[in-house]
C-alpha cells in the first residue's frame, strides 16, 4: 500500500493499493472507509482505476451532483430569458475583440 498526500480543505483519496492487495484486505477496506472515514484509491497496473468511499461521502458528492445541475439550469434559464435574439458571426466577434484591445492600448498609453 502506498500513502497519497491529504489536502485539509478537502478530503482526498488518502491510501492507494493494488486489485491484488484489495482481495485479501477487502473487510479492512470498507471498515476503514466505512468507520475511518478514508478514501482509498485501488489501483491497476500502477495507475489509479477506483476510489473507494463511504456511503455518507456518496451521499454527499450526489447532492452536490443535484444542487450544481439545479444552479446551472436556473443559470441557463436566467440567460435564455434575457437573450435578446441578438447573433454575431465569427467576424463580427473578432472586430469587436479587436475594437475592445485598441480602446485598452488608447486607454494605457502615457
Not at 484489495?22 to 466505512?34: D, I, K, T
Not at 482505476?49 to 454527499?60: T, Y
Request: glycine share 6%; hydrophobic share 40%.
Amino acid at each position: 500500500m502506498s500513502q497519497v498526500g491529504y489536502n485539509d480543505d478537502m478530503a482526498t483519496v488518502t491510501q492507494t493499493m493494488s486489485t491484488r492487495e484489495l482481495r485479501a484486505a477487502m473487510a479492512e477496506v470498507v471498515g476503514r472507509v466505512r468507520y475511518g472515514k478514508e478514501r482509498i484509491g485501488i489501483t491497476n497496473n500502477g495507475k489509479l482505476a477506483a476510489v473507494v468511499i463511504s456511503v455518507d461521502d456518496l451521499d454527499d458528492l450526489e447532492a452536490a451532483e443535484e444542487y450544481m445541475d439545479a444552479y446551472d439550469i436556473a443559470q441557463i434559464e436566467k440567460v435564455e430569458a434575457e437573450d435578446d435574439g441578438t447573433r454575431y458571426s465569427h467576424e463580427q466577434v473578432l472586430a469587436i475583440i479587436e475594437a475592445d484591445r485598441a480602446a485598452l492600448r488608447a486607454n494605457s498609453a502615457p
